[in-house]
Structure formats: C-alpha cells, structure tokens
C-alpha cells in the first residue's frame, strides 16, 4: 500500500491498470509501526505520536539517557495509515480492489498471474509482499522477535513515563533476549510491548503475565484500563531472500527488508519503494540492483545473530554494552545501515571482541562458502 500510493502521489503509474488483492479490508487497528528518523520520511502526516528524550534501562536498573542528536523514535497506528491511504486511492478509477484469499503467484517471461478464490488475474509485474517462512538452510540463523502489546489508561497521571524508554531490560531473561519498549501516550496513557529474541514463542497468557509485572513492579502502576492489545511475530533471520523472480518483485519482509539484527522493517521498506520508483521513472521497469542492506551490514547482521545463538554473551549484556558506551546517534545510523567503517568501528569497540570477532569470520567464510 506504501508503494502504491507513493506511485500514485508521484505520478509514476499514472493511467496504469492496478488490483490491490487482499484477504481483508484493513479497518482495525492490528498494529503499530515504530521506528526512528532524522529527516522528514513519507507519512509523516500520520505519526501518532513522537518523541525525542528516549531512555535505556539494564537487566540490573541502571538508567541511560540516548543521546539523540536530532533523531526521534516514531509510531504509526495502522489504522491511521489504512485509513488515509485508501481515502486517496479511492479516488483513482483505474485500481480496482479486490478482497479475496490468494491461492497462488506465478511469474512468466511476458507477465504475472494471480489465481484468488474470487478469479484470476494477470498483468505486467507483481508486487508481493506475502510472506512465507523459509525451509531451513545449513548455518543460516532463524531468531524471531515476538511481542505483546497493550495500550493502557490509567486513573493517574505518570510523570515517571514522561518519556519513551526505547529498550527496557528490567525483566526476565530465561527465554534469551528480553525487553520492553514503554511508549508514553498521554499523562494517563501508555503503550507497553514485551519483546523477546528467541527461537520459540511463549504461551499466550506468559505474555501478559510478564506485562502484569512489569506495570506492577517495575512502574508501580497497579491500576489501570487495557484500551488495545497487539500481538505479532517478526523474523530475524540472514536468509537471502529473493527480490526479484522473473517479473515479480518481492517487497516488506517477503523481500527482505526486514533488518535481520533489529527486525525494523517499515523504512527500510520505504526506502526499497524509492528504488523501485526511481527506476520506473528513469527506465520504465521496476528492476534495480543495489539493496538497502549492504554485503557489509548483512554480515554484521549474521555476526550478531550468531553471538545471541552460542549464548556467550548475554543479548541484555550486549545491548548495554553498547547503548552505555556507544552515542544512540551512531547506533540508529548503523541499524539504518548507513554508517561507515570508522563509525563501525567505534561501535564494535564498545563490545567484546572475542565473541563478534569469531562469529565475524565464520559469518564470511560462509559467504565464501555459498
């Protein structure tokens, strides 16, 4: 949907023939987009909220304030983006919607085919963004970062949340890498996900008891209303994941644009979108070559993957490590994959070198290997 209305506002497919197929018509709220920025981004008009002043917190409590330097961390209400989307696209007569399960994809040399239990089409290109799990492949790493979400009200006002606490690590860490993001809404509104990187799911209720705890423990909030639940799986893996299968082109997480060390996805989508209009523009395909995430970040991506599986360095230890002796503004510019190799440098420097530097080169040996 990102693609299509930015195609639309830019004019690059204008007078084209669309469907949009679906299996919903997208009119609740089922989740939250977060991510940070620097620079005005596309849909900054739908930012729910922002904020500047962020926070780390240890497994052991100890409390560090991010250094920023202008970035901001931001979320999106899917159902603002739904919302103001489709208002636009509405008014275009020549995209047809349509509501259906999709029963297969298929590219040839001349055009693409969608078979759906409400008919079959065909056109030029695909853009996919279904999302299936890769069959395992030796020495690829598949964490999955699962979450549970609450927005809550409470009857009092919480200036102790004033502002976002962007990894707080005051809870648990049997399962592996455990946090909470607590996104401060209003004076008696918060926002609260438990996060986990492991290689299993929890059961449903542990979830919630861990939230429980937290908002009883950790922030002395002991009464309150639950507004909205959100719940959701998002995979941290170094499989090479296709971009382009004949006339098809793979978009979101279908075409890897999920950053395998973070599981941040929707500007590294955003930013997949520019290259796929950029070269509609200027050569009338959407086909390009160069990826958001270079050879060099999907490395360092395997690199730590493999650190948090062999379990040497606890990934709460890790990220305190870093955000207590690394600027945020450095680490957001490297999660971004946009720093380079003297800023890397600096950033690996604030952690142990043995465990990264053995992962580092089994990670391109591999690379070799494949």
Request: aromatic share 16%; hydrophobic share 35%; glycine share 6%.
């Amino acid at each position: 949907m990102s693609l299509l209305y930015r195609a639309m506002n830019s004019g690059v497919w204008s007078g084209k023939q669309i469907i949009v197929i679906d299996r919903s018509e997208k009119r609740e709220n089922d989740k939250t987009w977060s991510f940070w920025k620097k620079d005005k981004v596309d849909f900054e008009e739908i930012i729910h909220h922002q904020w500047s002043d962020l926070y780390f917190f240890s497994n052991a409590g100890q409390k560090t304030h991010l250094e920023t330097r202008g970035y901001t961390y931001n979320s999106i209400r899917s159902i603002d983006f739904y919302n103001d989307v489709f208002a636009y696209l509405r008014q275009f007569a020549h995209i047809r919607f349509v509501i259906g399960d999709i029963l297969s994809v298929s590219s040839s040399a001349d055009d693409c085919t969608v078979v759906t239990d409400a008919g079959t089409y065909t056109g030029n290109y695909v853009f996919n963004s279904i999302y299936h799990i890769p069959a395992p492949v030796k020495d690829e790493q598949y964490f999955m970062q699962h979450f549970k979400g609450w927005r809550i009200k409470t009857d009092f006002a919480v200036p102790a949340v004033s502002s976002a606490y962007l990894m707080d690590f005051r809870t648990g860490q049997e399962h592996g890498t455990t946090f909470f993001y607590t996104l401060p809404m209003a004076e008696d509104e918060l926002f609260i996900e438990y996060t986990l990187f492991t290689k299993s799911l929890l059961k449903s209720e542990e979830y919630d008891q861990k939230i429980r705890l937290y908002l009883n423990e950790v922030l002395n909030i002991g009464s309150y209303q639950v507004l909205e639940e959100e719940y959701g799986v998002i995979p941290m893996t170094d499989h090479a994941f296709k971009r382009f299968e004949g006339r098809m082109i793979f978009i979101g997480t279908a075409g890897g644009d999920t950053r395998a060390s973070t599981g941040y996805t929707f500007m590294n989508t955003q930013k997949t979108i520019s290259k796929i209009l950029d070269s509609y523009a200027s050569e009338g395909h959407p086909f390009f070559t160069e990826e958001n995430t270079s050879l060099k970040h999907q490395l360092y991506d395997t690199t730590l993957l493999n650190v948090l599986d062999k379990g040497k360095y606890q990934g709460h230890q890790l990220f305190s490590d870093l955000f207590s002796n690394t600027p945020a503004y450095y680490i957001f510019s490297f999660l971004d994959a946009e720093t380079n190799l003297l800023q890397d440098i600096r950033i690996m420097k604030s952690l142990k070198v043995m465990p990264f530097l053995i992962s580092f080169v089994q990670a391109v040996f591999r690379k070799i290997k494949y």
